[in-house]
């Protein structure tokens, strides 16, 4: 056996990810996304798989924030969620955007719109917008000036809260991958959907 530095380390979980990230198909619904992030906190938080325990708060945070990741319907054949896990992963470290089901403007009577619905996890079919990509705004500054300040401005409409990016060290990207949560999350929400008829 050959020792590994820590910088390789973490480069290697970083290509890990990268590498098993390469999904295809539709963007899963929100409700499916969020019970993979629930089904692989609670596994984190048995124990056992030495991920740092950022990653478990990222993971909270996501689901108190209503954020997630981008995850593709189809990956890779294999004996957990590979994809899903290195698509969450990759978010999880600032790689990949935030998603939500909210709007990115508020629909009302100007825009000729319905008010869009956010799945709460009861089943059945959801109005939601599409996903909307998140990432803190990296053009936008304060006015300096007292005619900025008493001018009409347009104001962007406002980010949600988004988890801190967690730092990836050697051994948490296979830690993170090694699970079926997606596969757990789903047939979770199909047996709450069959109670529910």
């Known amino acids: 056996s050959v020792p590994v530095e820590d910088p390789e380390g973490t480069g290697h979980g970083l290509r890990l990810l ?10 899963l619904p929100a409700r499916h996304v969020r019970a993979m992030l629930a089904v692989r906190a609670n596994q984190l938080l048995a124990g056992g798989s030495g991920i740092q325990p950022a990653f478990v708060t990222a993971l909270a945070e996501a689901l108190r924030l209503g954020v997630h990741p981008a995850v593709n319907e189809y990956g890779g054949l294999g004996t957990g969620d590979l994809t899903a896990l290195a698509q969450t ?24 719109t319905a008010p869009a619905t956010v799945p709460d996890g009861a089943g059945g079919p959801s109005t939601s917008a ?68």
């Open 18 to 27: 990268r590498s098993h990230a390469g999904g295809a198909g539709a963007e």
């Open 89 to 112: 992963g990759l978010t999880l470290i600032g790689e990949r955007p935030w998603r939500t089901s909210a709007p990115a403007s508020a629909p009302g009577p100007a825009s000729g």
């Open 130 to 197: 599409p996903p909307t990509d998140l990432a803190p705004p990296t053009d936008l500054a304060p006015a300096t000036t007292a005619a900025a300040a008493t001018s009409p401005a347009v104001v962007a409409p406002a980010l949600p809260e988004l988890p801190a990016p967690v730092v990836l060290r050697p051994g948490d990207a296979l830690a993170l991958l090694s699970s079926n949560a997606l596969t757990l999350g789903q047939a979770a929400l199909g047996c709450h959907d069959l109670d529910v008829l």
